[in-house]
């Protein structure tokens, strides 16, 4: 097996029942927090530099919601000397996501927090230089203590450290849905998915499956972790603190 799989738990296959994928009002539009406030328009969304705050390597940005339609593009940019490309969902609308995202930034790495639940469909795919985090918490915390929250009213700070963990607040975290679009790092890059319980329908990583994989992560990590509750997911690893383990559900072909 080329990557390093965590699975906290594993539940028995269900029916993955999704809704529908096309919100009826602009996609993607940011909150103004960190730039100015827009929405973007499609089907080829470019997210510019400037739409977000640069703190050292760290590039971050905040949406007010954010989903992609099938044949959609989002497409991250910004000075080569970023390294961590940090964003966060505040509106409180689930992520559906059934396009690409993109990052040009060469060697960065892609964090993605929506607390209101995120979904993949079948459609879903990653073109991006580096690793890719991406989690139903409420904030990332970074190395020194600092927190970017997905909760407008909380203190969030722009700081030069690296991301550390995805922090979870609230009794019942959001699902992270995977139905079967390929999420593929670069080689040697970790793909990591945190969240409330998680449902993946699709084939992971493997040495006997040789078709296309949801998740594929070539001589690289991947990751999975489930929280139940307040507490922490490490990112990287998928060490959980707090009160409790959710559930990874791994359906149809998924093994």
Avoid: C, W
Wanted: proline residues 5%; aromatic residues 6%.
């Amino acid at each position: 097996m080329a990557a390093r799989l965590s699975k906290l738990s594993l539940a028995t296959p269900a029916i993955l029942i999704l809704g529908l994928l096309a919100p009826a009002h602009a996609q993607i539009a940011t909150d103004g927090t960190v730039g100015p406030r827009i929405e973007l328009d499609g089907p080829e969304f470019d997210i510019r530099a400037d739409l977000g705050r640069q703190a050292g390597r760290n590039l971050f940005h905040s949406f007010d919601r954010f989903s992609l339609r099938t044949g959609e593009r989002a497409t991250f940019s910004g000075p080569d000397r970023i390294r961590n490309v940090i964003s966060r969902v505040t509106g409180g609308e689930r992520s559906d996501i059934d396009g690409t995202l993109r990052s040009t930034i060469p060697g960065a790495d892609f964090y993605f927090i929506n607390p209101a639940g995120i979904l993949f469909g079948p459609n879903a795919s990653l073109d991006l230089q580096g690793s890719f985090h991406v989690s139903t918490a409420d904030e990332v915390r970074f190395r020194d203590g600092a927190r970017f929250n997905a909760d407008l009213a909380a203190d969030s700070s722009f700081t030069v450290a690296r991301p550390e963990a995805f922090g979870f607040l609230g009794a019942q975290p959001s699902s992270l849905i995977l139905d079967r679009g390929q999420l593929q790092v670069p080689e040697g890059e970790a793909l990591s998915l945190i969240g409330g319980d998680i449902t993946i329908n699709g084939t992971i990583d493997d040495d006997i499956f040789s078709g296309p994989k949801t998740l594929h992560a070539e001589a690289g990590e991947i990751t999975l972790a489930a929280v139940s509750g307040p507490g922490e997911g490490m990112i990287g690893t998928g060490h959980i603190t707090g009160e409790g383990l959710g559930t990874v559900r791994l359906t149809d072909e998924a093994s």
